[in-house]
Nanobody
Framework: VQLQASGGGLVQTGGSLRLSCDVS????????IGWFRQAPGKGREGVSC????????YYADSVKGRFTTSRDYAKNTVYLQMNSLKPEDTAVYYC????????????????????????WGRGTQVTVSS
């Protein structure tokens, strides 16, 4: 089952958007949900991650203090609240499941490594105008 991100759109600099990731159809084993983005001509960048256990969150330095990820267990939905948006936040945003297990203790930025995530679905476009 692929995870689908939704909620993207066009917003002015300084504006806000909230993205949603519906995890209700995901039945495999996973330890958290990550948000990633890919701008035109650039590689995929880890934005945030929220773990199932304890709700621990991780953020890329570029979005700390502006973006917040959360989970509504009743709605089986993970959110990415994006505030103070900048033109450089323009990208296609994806959510994915933390499924790959590793044989070492993960550091903070390991939780933003797309290699450890799976069930990638169709992303949602976020465009921030200047």
């Amino acid at each position: 089952v692929q995870l689908q991100a939704s909620g993207g759109g066009l917003v002015q600099t300084g504006g806000s958007l909230r993205l949603s990731c519906d995890v209700s159809g995901f039945t495999g084993e996973y330890r958290g949900i990550g948000w990633f983005r890919q701008a035109p001509g650039k590689g995929r960048e880890g934005v945030s991650c929220i773990l199932n256990s304890g709700g621990t969150t991780y953020y890329a330095d570029s979005v700390k203090g502006r973006f917040t990820t959360s989970r509504d267990y009743a709605k089986n939905t993970v959110y990415l609240q994006m505030n103070s948006l900048k033109p450089e936040d323009t990208a296609v945003y994806y959510c994915a499941a933390l499924t790959r297990k590793v044989g070492y203790t993960m550091g903070y930025y390991d939780y933003l490594d797309s290699f450890l995530f799976g069930s990638w679905g169709r992303g949602t476009q976020v465009t921030v105008s200047s």
